[in-house]
């Protein structure tokens, strides 16, 4: 595992994920993983989740790593290089009805703010609150959206579209290209050259409760 507080410009941080291929935001509970969080340099906890975060911000709006809720549910960070695997693999085609509604949205209208998916889909208000994060956790995990813009602060509204929009041409096609096999077999190898997991079976089992 990488030492804490050794990571300190967004340049790290993206040499940092593309080093390990994918990377949790946070750590995980009960798990020792490689997080971004922990490798941020800061002088308290607020310093590093601030950088954290920024930095995964700004590197996915750029399109240099993907990021959205994966291993276990939680804040994910791909490289380039691992994200056709990972796609290949996870792209579900089916959805319930909540995100149905929201991906039809976003193919006919674009690029929509969170506040206006809300609003355009009647799901604003604390009633509609967990609905329409179960719903975006579920098109997240199915590799059907990703982030491309992020608001001001305080506020600091995500915007949202398509992952086939945002992705890079040469990564999508990529992805196309592969065989389910092939990247599951490449993904278990990443999580063993990291080392932190040292036995394939065990590598197999987190990769599967990932999903």
Not at 44 to 69: P, Q, S
Not at 97 to 126: C, F, M, Q, W
Not at 145 to 171: F, S
Request: charged letters at 30%; hydrophobic letters at 40%; a positive charge.
């Amino acid at each position: 595992m990488t030492d804490e507080n050794t990571v300190d410009t967004e340049e790290e941080a993206l040499n940092f994920i593309n080093q390990h291929g994918f990377v949790t935001l946070f750590p995980l509970r009960r798990i020792v993983f490689q997080n971004l969080y922990q490798v941020a340099v800061g002088k308290n906890r607020e310093e590093k989740f601030d950088k954290a975060w920024k930095w995964a911000d700004n590197l996915a709006m750029k399109k240099r790593i993907h990021y959205g809720k994966f291993l276990h549910k939680q804040v994910t960070l791909i490289s380039l290089d691992m994200l056709p695997y990972f796609y290949k693999l996870h792209k579900r085609k089916e959805f319930t009805i909540v995100p149905r509604r929201i991906l039809e949205y976003l193919r006919k209208h674009g690029a929509t703010s969170t506040t206006n998916l809300r609003k355009e889909l009647d799901l604003s208000g604390r009633e509609n609150k967990s609905k329409f994060a179960g719903a975006m956790d579920e098109l997240q995990l199915g590799f059907a959206i990703a982030i491309v813009d992020r608001g001001p602060p305080p506020k600091m509204t995500y915007t949202w579209n398509l992952l086939e929009r945002w992705m890079p041409d040469d990564v999508l096609k990529k992805a196309q290209a592969l065989n389910e096999s092939v990247c599951r077999e490449r993904i278990v190898a990443k999580l063993l050259k990291n080392k932190s997991i040292s036995k394939r079976e065990d590598a197999e089992k987190f990769f599967g409760k990932g999903r």
